[in-house]
């Protein structure tokens, strides 16, 4: 649980100012609306990654224990717990 939180720490103050994701209004209720832009799946490995959607533009340094990595692709960051995905986030870049 504490590395799911710190991942989504780093991940929230590396793309402060840059996450997309559109709202829309429910009822009511306030919903964001999945992205149709395809992201790497929980669980897949770094190589698989770079495999499927290229090199990365940028590769973050890892950091904390246990080691969470991020890449930034165009349009999307995928956060690694050693070399497994745990998140991937569309960005607006």
Do not use: N
Not at 22 to 30: A, H, K, P, Y
Not at 39 to 57: D, H, I, L, S, Y
Request: proline fraction near 8%; hydrophobic fraction near 40%; glycine fraction near 10%.
């Amino acid at each position: 649980m504490q590395t799911r939180i710190l991942a989504a720490l780093l991940l929230g103050c590396a793309l402060t100012g840059t996450a997309a994701a559109e709202t829309v209004i429910v009822d009511g209720q306030v919903a964001v609306a999945p992205s149709q832009m395809p992201t790497p799946k929980r669980g897949t490995t770094m190589g698989e990654v770079e495999k499927q959607f290229g090199a990365p533009a940028e590769r973050h340094p890892t950091v904390g224990v246990p080691p969470i990595t991020r890449w930034d692709y165009k349009g999307f960051s995928v956060v690694f717990e050693k070399d497994r995905v745990i998140d991937s986030v569309v960005t607006a870049g």
